[in-house]
């Protein structure tokens, strides 16, 4: 099976990750979704974050209110020693399911720092990303350059990142725990 592993703090889950699964159960490119939980993003300030384990609880509710996508909400990063490293995830997934290949879903703002993460080349030719827009970020112009940066490597090292597009949905996570905060109504915006 083909699948796609789409990765994140999901505090919360909201429209903006609805429509990214939509487009990915219906691209017809991959047969499942592994909506994986992570304990903590490195890049992003973690403070007032919900615990790990209540994401992972939402997750779940939130995707069993959507039985039309074909997404399973996987607690793998949870379960594993830290730190957590997406190429540990990635590899660890390829060793429980050998039969499977699997391909990363990231949002454009994650292109520019991409090889700063662990083994990123490698995650780049063996496992690949999908990659979907994010407001304020040229995705294009981000794969490019990377595909040069790999353009003198042998063709199993090359990186594989392909672009999927999804009408873009104005809203974040921050944005709404702000909003939480000031006792307002956010139910629209959750999935």
Same mark, same amino acid.
């Given at each position: 099976?083909?699948?796609?592993?789409?990765?994140?703090?999901?505090?919360?889950? /909201?429209?903006? /990750?609805?429509?990214?699964?939509?487009?990915?159960?219906?691209?017809?490119?991959?047969?499942?979704?592994?909506?994986?939980?992570?304990?903590?993003?490195?890049?992003?300030?973690?403070?007032?974050?919900?615990?790990?384990?209540?994401?992972?609880?939402?997750?779940?509710?939130?995707?069993?209110? /959507?039985?039309?996508?074909?997404?399973?909400?996987?607690?793998?990063?949870?379960?594993?020693?830290?730190?957590?490293?997406?190429?540990?995830?990635?590899?660890?997934? #390829?060793?429980?399911?050998?039969?499977?290949?699997?391909?990363?879903?990231?949002?454009?703002?994650?292109?520019?720092?991409?090889?700063?993460? #662990?083994?990123?080349?490698?995650?780049?030719?063996?496992?690949?990303?999908?990659?979907?827009?994010?407001?304020?970020?040229?995705?294009?112009?981000?794969?490019?350059?990377?595909?040069?940066?790999?353009?003198?490597?042998?063709?199993?090292?090359?990186?594989?990142?392909?672009?999927? /597009?999804?009408?873009?949905?104005?809203? *974040? *996570?921050?944005?709404?725990?702000?909003?939480?905060?000031?006792?307002?109504?956010?139910?629209?915006?959750?999935?």
């Amino acid at each position: 099976m083909r699948i796609a592993v789409y990765s994140g703090s999901f505090d919360p889950l /909201h429209i903006g /990750h609805l429509a990214i699964l939509e487009r990915l159960t219906g691209s017809g490119r991959f047969d499942r979704v592994y909506l994986v939980v992570s304990p903590q993003n490195p890049f992003k300030d973690r403070s007032k974050a919900l615990s790990a384990e209540q994401r992972y609880r939402d997750a779940v509710a939130a995707v069993a209110r /959507h039985p039309e996508l074909r997404v399973d909400v996987l607690d793998i990063e949870l379960r594993m020693p830290p730190p957590s490293y997406t190429i540990r995830t990635l590899d660890e997934l #390829r060793r429980r399911e050998p039969g499977n290949s699997f391909t990363l879903v990231i949002g454009a703002d994650n292109l520019p720092n991409l090889l700063q993460w #662990r083994e990123a080349e490698r995650l780049l030719a063996e496992y690949g990303v999908a990659v979907f827009p994010r407001k304020g970020v040229s995705a294009e112009y981000r794969r490019r350059k990377l595909m040069k940066a790999c353009r003198d490597y042998p063709p199993e090292k090359r990186f594989k990142i392909r672009l999927f /597009h999804v009408p873009e949905v104005d809203v *974040s *996570s921050t944005e709404i725990r702000e909003a939480q905060a000031r006792g307002e109504d956010v139910s629209a915006l959750l999935m």
